[in-house]
Every structure is written in C-alpha cells, then in structure tokens.
C-alpha cells in the first residue's frame, strides 16, 4: 500500500504581550482583565477555524522565546490539498479579550488585534519548513497606544497518510476501497450482521474469545425489556481480498434507552470492542479498543463517544485516547490526534502526532465513511484494518444511538415484525 502525500499546518508556541499602559479592566464588563488568558481564532480560507488560549506574558519580559507547545493543527489534506497547493494562502490568527461561548467560539470578546503569515506548501511535502517564529505586531503603535504583541511558531511538516473510503454505508456489507489520487483499490470487504436474539456476543462460529478479559464484557439485559427497547448484536467484521477474517467491531453492551426516555445516556452507554488477530491461528482473537457511545444532552444533540486503548491486564487499565461529541445532524469527524487541544493521546510514549480519523455523516444521510490513518501506525493489512473496524463502530453508533421512537432501517433488524416500514 503507497500512502498519500499529506501536509500537516502546526501552529504553536502562542504567547501574548500586552503593553504596560494597557489598564486592567473588571471581569464585570464581560471582558477578561490583563492578568487572564485571552483567545485567539486560527483561520485559513475555506478551511474550519480553531481556536485557542493564548497564555499572557508580562511587557518587562523582553524578548523571551515561549515553550514549544502546540496550540493548533490543520491537516489540510492529500498532496497540499489542491484548494491551497501551488499557490501561497493567508494563515491569519485573531487575538479576543473575553471568554469562550457558543457563538462563533466567543462570548462577548473584544479584537484585541490581527496577524496574517503567509503559507506554502510547496517544499513541504519532503521536509519540514518554518514559516513564522517569533513576536509580531497585533496592529500599529500609535502615540500613546502601543500595540499589543503575539508570538507564534507557525511550521509545516510532511504527513503522509492511507486513504480508505468505504463504498456504501457499514451496514450494507460494503468494499472498502484505498484511495490514491483518482485510483480507487478495492482492499477489505466487510460483513455486518445483527442478530437481535443474541443473549451473547454475536461472533462468527470460527472465532474464539480465549484471550478476551471477561471485565471488559458486560451483561446484557435480563430479558424482561419490551421487543425494540434494546439494540444489541451487532458486528461488522473486515476481510482482506483473500476472504481473512483480520479485524472487526463488536457490540459488547448494548444500546437501551434511560429510564422514562428514549435515549441512549451517558450514564449508560452502549460499547463496542475493536478485535485482532491473535497468535498462529487466524481464529483466535483478542481485544485492541474500546469505544462507548451515547446521545448527549444540550443545547444542540449530539453523540458523545469515547474510546479506549485495551491493555492485557483488562478493562480497569484502559487507557482514553478519544473522547468528544459530534453533531446528531451534521455529523462530523471521529479523529485520534495528540496535537490537539482535546486530544487523551498524550498519556501513550507510542503515539505521536496525527493517528486517524474518519468521517461520519448526521442522522438520516448516506454515510460512506472516509478514513485517514498515519503511515507509523501501519506496519500491515491487518492494522489498518482495525482503523476502518474503529470507523465502522462509530459511525454505526449514530444509528445504535438514535432515539428509540423512530425507525432504524431493515439492515438492523433481525425479526420482520420489529421492522417499521
């Protein structure tokens, strides 16, 4: 498998120096005094902002340098992408009094200033480059009002990654294809299937779960629920083009409404185990992750996951490397990346940089999972295999997860009846 050519936008060592005539103004009028971090809004066109805290340093401090840790990522994409490669683009970053919010990221902030780096990527697929390191104007001195300054690193690094795309939605036993420039490879196939009436773990007769801690299995329900109160048995497991068995996703806890509702809560989510290979014997299996799911509550609903590293000493030693909530509606994208700024990564000396991450589409659309995976995480077939099973698992939570007044499609039902047309 060839990877495609990544450039990943690093920007970081933030640090903000505000001027000494600068007055410290009350937290009452909803703009954060000098002694309070600010934020900032990080922005290439036709690309999400980010945004983050920007750590304030005092104006007697000189012309010291800032750690080196990393405030933003933007992977833009295969070979550049093509939006911005060949041609230089405009990384801008807007520094704000005031707190977070809801709308545009910030609650009442004030501009405290803007800067602009130029960016190419061009040189950047083969080695890294700097772009920007060091303290720049956030607009003109002017008389008594000297500007404020902003430091930041702004780098670039070559990412290269595997491109996968699965051809139709993970329920429906699709291909998975590795994408490479306007080739399209076909490389795994998949096979789901939900067995309803299961009272156990829904795996194929051929596997066998000797090396599967017992505590990272939990009860299903006693039986006693009404028919459609619960989903559970679901798998999808990933073949290599021979017909091998090299990955798969399982539901281990099923998807059961909280009490007097329809909903999956987090106080009780539903679980899936990520399983490979294990030992000589193609049927032997053993868990690799854990990822838990649920709908959140708020003001906008979303699905809250998490997932989890399995160690070989059980459920009680996993180890979070994901955790997040994306958009019931929208959808949005499950990503493993120890550069962010929300990453669990970090606890783990193995994992560096970008891992995965994989698209999934809002509630009701057409869902053909794209998948990223970073070229150090891939030694075969079979590890890339447990990313596409990991993006299989959390896009089919978004229908594990939907309220259980409404509908799922016929592929998740096992019994006629159970099936609303």
């Known amino acids: 498998m060839d990877p495609c050519p990544f450039v990943r936008l690093i920007i970081e060592s933030l640090s903000l120096k505000l001027p000494t005539t600068t007055k410290p103004v009350s937290s009452a009028s909803g703009v954060h005094s000098s002694a309070?971090?600010?934020?900032c809004k990080i922005k290439i066109k036709n690309f999400p902002p980010q945004t983050a805290v920007i750590p304030l340093c005092s104006a007697s401090g000189g012309g010291s340098h800032p750690p080196d840790s990393a405030a933003a990522a933007l992977p833009p994409g295969p070979g550049g992408p093509p939006r911005i490669q060949g041609k230089p683009v405009l990384l801008t970053v807007a520094v704000y009094?005031?707190?977070m919010g809801r709308s545009c990221g910030f609650s009442g902030g004030k501009v405290v200033g803007r800067v602009g780096v130029v960016v190419s990527v061009d040189g950047s697929l083969t080695r890294p480059v700097v772009f920007q390191n060091g303290w720049m104007?956030?607009?003109?001195?002017?008389?008594d009002k000297p500007a404020a300054s902003l430091h930041l690193k702004v780098r670039s690094e070559p990412d290269p990654r595997f491109l996968f795309q699965f051809g139709g939605e993970p329920e429906c036993s699709p291909v998975v294809f590795q994408i490479q420039g306007n080739i399209r490879q076909p490389v795994f196939s998949c096979k789901f299937s939900a067995d309803r009436n299961s009272r156990s773990r829904s795996l194929p007769s051929d596997?066998?779960?000797?090396n599967i801690n017992r505590g990272w299995m939990t009860p299903f329900s006693n039986g006693k629920e009404k028919t459609g109160r619960e989903r559970k048995g679901w798998m999808i497991?990933?073949?290599?083009?021979s017909g091998s068995s090299i990955a798969a996703a399982s539901m281990i806890t099923p998807f059961v409404p909280s009490q007097g509702s329809d909903r999956v809560s987090r106080s009780n989510p539903g679980a899936w185990l990520i399983l490979r290979p294990h030992g000589a014997s193609i049927s032997n299996w053993k868990p690799w992750g854990r990822l838990e799911a649920w709908r959140e509550r708020g003001p906008v609903d979303g699905l809250g996951y998490k997932f989890e590293l399995v160690t070989n000493t059980g459920m009680t030693s996993g180890i979070p490397i994901s955790e997040g909530t994306m958009n019931i509606k929208k959808g949005g994208k499950f990503c493993i990346d120890e550069t962010l700024k929300d990453s669990r990564a970090s606890p783990l000396s193995n994992i560096k940089g970008f891992v995965m991450s994989s698209t999934v589409e809002g509630e009701g659309k057409t869902s053909k999972p794209m998948v990223q995976v970073g070229v150090q995480h891939v030694t075969c077939m079979a590890d890339a295999a447990l990313f596409i099973a990991l993006s299989a698992a959390i896009d089919l939570s978004m229908d594990a997860c939907k309220l259980f007044s409404r509908k799922l499609r016929k592929e998740f039902l096992q019994d006629e009846q159970d099936f609303l047309s």
């Open 36 to 39: 309070t971090p600010c934020i």
């Open 137 to 143: 104007k956030l607009g003109n001195d002017n008389g």
């Open 237 to 241: 497991v990933v073949h290599d083009l």
């Open 97 to 99: 009094t005031g707190g």
């Open 207 to 210: 596997f066998t779960m000797n």
